[in-house]
């Protein structure tokens, strides 16, 4: 079970390492903020994928991943228009 809990948290902090890197804001982040992005950005993921009829979470593997990044993208975007409009 804890295992299970580190790899999630891994992944997490990949994916949103990997997306503050795509949406050039790496340099503006530290670890725990790439793990909570990561982690918000599979929820959000998941339930996009989902939406349109594809499959957010099927394991611990690259698609996962990919999902992950999606939506920590998205999630980045959004989060860049809030701070643009206050």
Known sequence: MLI???LWVILGGVAGWIASMIMKRDAQ???LANIIVGIVGAVLGGFLFNLVGLTGDTGFNLWTLFVAIVGSVVLLFLVGVLRRAA
């Open 4 to 6: 299970n809990i580190i």
């Open 29 to 31: 982040m530290g670890a």
